[in-house]
């Protein structure tokens, strides 16, 4: 959807596409003009491109929202049509009175802030101790990349094997160092965590290949004066090299945090069903299981625009971040 | 203090299943507030040596005692060395203060305030004072320059590493650039290490050259004497600009015959040759004169190939007249003198002022006199 932001004085210049405009066209039709005067010189002529995903784009992604927001403003609930005549912001004080939608919000907001900071340390290590020229560089990164590339609903089956309470492997380590079987799954003080450390295991991989690109992004000069400038090893990084890592910290971030945010797939796969464990229930999962376990439409659209606010409240200042570098 | 001392240095890197020699048994011994000049070509190990002594690589075998102490296991952090990088190295993220307090943080206990006070001083002393808050992302080169020098001196240490620091400048920076490393050198009298590939930045900066080649030590000496007076033939031909004239000879009595000329030599330049009859003759191209009179046991008719006009002199290539074509040497004439392609000039090619090698070691065997 680009499109020529100049002012249009020069519209008589050859076009790039210039066998398909027609001179006689350009100063005889008006509306034509007359847009291509506004918004650039080839801003007609260029629609056939950009035109149709523009639209389709538009209907379909912020058409969906906002068709999302009317709804969560009427009562619509059950089968039928909902009635557009009558909007009020009730679902939103139901939801704030409702105690499920409050612990959900909590455990989103634990989920995206903890999993997003264990992820990215995590990541940030792997990725220093990597690309400390170890042996079998490409082994280890492939390793960890690994689990990235599964679909959640195979992460998500094999860690409910892996915390399962009488035959999991960290119920059978644990108990033969001595220790009582923990019931990851049942426990709701513990389910989150749990959830948090199987969605850390697969996407610190993703957050070192992030950070690793930055870091060999870095001169080896920048290394080689820390050291010679009295820096130990532990200084350097903390000193030099990590502040350099600004950016691949930001971009790595934002994907942790929406996905995050979406981590429905893994706690629906986790149980088989609308019901995540008791403690682990976040705005998703509440919004599935309102919509189409309750047929509670009206809550769920309600539900649905908090995630949404909550998503934009961290693309945008990403976003405006962007913008101020000049990326965008 | 600061003396700073090679013994035997080697470096070996593995190479596949074989080893590359970098650095072979380099001996270099540098007395405090010293500026030595390392200069050799590409790939000579001029590099590997400098950062042998920083600690960015490990000695294979030998020494590197810094006044009197053996360092060759210490970390570089506890060396009281500052390296000026050929790519500058200053940290981004930092603005010009940060990154010339850096060092003094990290390797000293001094104050905050103590901190501020020296880098303000270095600073003053670069001439970078108003550019303390900036990033160096707003300097331009020169001044990034600046700012890696004034962040080495401000650490006040025992030697000063420098890689090839002025060769991302254009000309006309980098000539007053010298000058100003010279003068801050010689304020600061610390003991430096520079490393250059450039004969010019040798011959006008250091105290000493040490010239390396395929990471042998050639000579160390005054510039000068490395000019008039080289080891051999690779330093012979490498300092100066244009560089030697060389003709293969074979001694034969007094007379050394080459392919197009014989050379009679007197009794005082024999004794110096001994046995040798293979030899290498050497002369530079401003010792080469032009002359009227052709009679002269060292004057030769010469053919004019290519003329260079460079303003105060000439760089005028010639071919001896028996020669086949392309096979010139270069001798420098005064920039007035006419001397046009094609023209036959004879020329002299004085005996005090010729360099003889053995042919297949490359050692002098005889330098040039030199006139008090």
Same mark, same amino acid.
């Given at each position: ?28 039709f ?5 847009l ?15 035109l ?34 009558d ?13 499920g939608?409050?612990?959900a ?13 264990v ?114 090893t ?43 464990p ?29 995630l949404f ?7 945008g ?12 | ?29 540098m ?73 003094? &943080?990290?390797? @000293?206990? +001094? ?7 020296? !880098? =303000?001083?270095?600073?003053? %002393?670069m ?7 900036r ?31 002025l ?8 000539? &007053?650039m010298? @000058?100003? +490393? ?5 304020e600061?009298? !610390? =003991?430096?290490?520079?490393? %250059? ?62 392919d ?10 024999l ?11 050497g002369i ?48 420098t ?5 006419r ?34």
């Amino acid at each position: 959807m680009t499109r020529n932001t100049d002012t249009g004085d020069d519209s008589g210049d050859a076009l790039p596409d210039g066998g398909v405009a027609e001179s006689g066209q350009r100063s005889g039709f008006s509306p034509v003009s007359a847009l291509n005067e506004r918004f650039g010189s080839d801003f007609v002529e260029s629609s056939q491109f950009w035109l149709p995903p523009f639209l389709l784009v538009g209907l379909f992604v912020y058409g969906a929202i906002i068709w999302n927001l009317l709804i969560s403003l009427t009562d619509f609930t059950g089968f039928g049509t909902p009635d557009y005549g009558d909007l009020d912001l009730e679902m939103y004080s139901r939801a704030l009175a409702d105690s499920g939608f409050v612990d959900a919000a909590i455990n989103t907001f634990i989920l995206l802030v903890g999993f997003t900071l264990v992820t990215l340390a995590l990541g940030l290590g792997l990725a220093i101790l990597i690309d400390r020229n170890i042996r079998f560089e490409n082994t280890f990164r492939t390793i960890y990349l690994l689990p990235m590339s599964l679909s959640f609903v195979v992460t998500a089956q094999f860690w409910a094997w892996m915390f399962n309470f009488n035959n999991g492997v960290i119920n059978i380590v644990i108990t033969s160092l001595g220790f009582g079987r923990v019931d990851w799954i049942g426990n709701p003080d513990i389910v989150l965590w749990a959830v948090m450390f199987a969605l850390m295991w697969q996407f610190a991989g993703y957050a070192m290949v992030v950070f690793l690109a930055g870091l060999r992004a870095i001169p080896d000069e920048h290394y080689e004066a820390a050291k010679v400038d009295g820096a130990s090893t532990v200084r350097m990084y903390w000193r030099v090299i990590i502040p350099q890592l600004k950016g691949s910290t930001i971009s790595a971030s934002v994907v942790l945090m929406v996905f995050a945010l979406k981590a429905f797939d893994f706690l629906y796969s986790l149980v088989g069903g609308y019901r995540p464990p008791n403690g682990a229930d976040i705005l998703a999962t509440k919004m599935v299981r309102e919509a189409y376990a309750n047929l509670n439409w009206a809550y769920a659209s309600a539900v649905a625009i908090t995630l949404f606010l909550m998503t934009l409240g961290i693309v945008g200042p990403y976003l405006y971040y962007q913008y101020n570098r000049g990326n965008l | 203090m600061g003396t700073l001392e090679l013994d035997g240095v080697t470096k070996v890197f593995p190479d596949g299943d074989g080893e590359v020699v970098a650095v072979d048994d380099v001996n270099i011994e540098m007395r405090d507030g010293e500026f030595l000049v390392v200069v050799g070509p590409s790939g000579c190990g001029k590099s590997t040596t400098l950062r042998m002594v920083a600690g960015l690589e490990t000695v294979t075998s030998g020494e590197i005692r810094l006044a009197s102490n053996v360092i060759n296991d210490v970390k570089p952090q506890h060396r009281d060395i500052a390296m000026v990088f050929q790519s500058y190295a200053l940290y981004p993220h930092m603005t010009v203060k940060g990154n010339m307090a850096f060092g003094l &943080e990290e390797s @000293t206990d +001094l104050s905050d305030e103590e901190i501020e006070t020296r !880098v =303000t001083d270095a600073a003053a %002393t670069m001439g970078i004072a108003e550019l303390l808050d900036r990033k160096p992302s707003d300097l331009s080169g020169g001044q990034q320059q600046r700012v890696a020098l004034g962040r080495a001196i401000v650490r006040d240490p025992e030697v000063f590493l420098m890689d090839e620091p002025l060769s991302n400048l254009d000309a006309k920076l980098r000539s &007053e650039m010298r @000058t100003e +490393l010279q003068r801050l050198q010689s304020e600061l009298d !610390v =003991t430096t290490m520079y490393v %250059t590939h450039d004969q010019t930045e040798a011959m006008t900066m250091g105290d000493r050259i040490a010239i390396l080649n395929a990471g042998e030590l050639q000579q160390v000496a005054t510039p000068l004497e490395c000019y008039h007076e080289p080891a051999n033939r690779f330093v012979a031909g490498f300092i100066g600009d244009p560089s030697m004239n060389f003709f293969d000879v074979e001694r034969d009595g007094d007379t050394l015959i080459g392919d197009t000329f014989d050379y009679p030599l007197s009794q005082s330049t024999l004794d110096d040759i001994g046995d040798v009859t293979d030899l290498t003759l050497g002369i530079r191209p401003e010792d080469i004169t032009v002359t009227e009179d052709a009679s002269g046991d060292h004057t030769f008719s010469t053919v004019v190939e290519v003329v260079e006009p460079m303003g105060d002199e000439n760089t005028v290539y010639l071919r001896f007249e028996d020669a086949p074509e392309g096979e010139t040497f270069i001798a420098t004439v005064g920039g007035l003198q006419r001397i046009s392609v094609g023209d036959e000039i004879s020329i002299e090619i004085p005996e005090k002022a010729i360099h003889l090698f053995d042919g297949s070691t490359g050692e002098a065997v005889h330098n040039r006199d030199i006139e008090e």
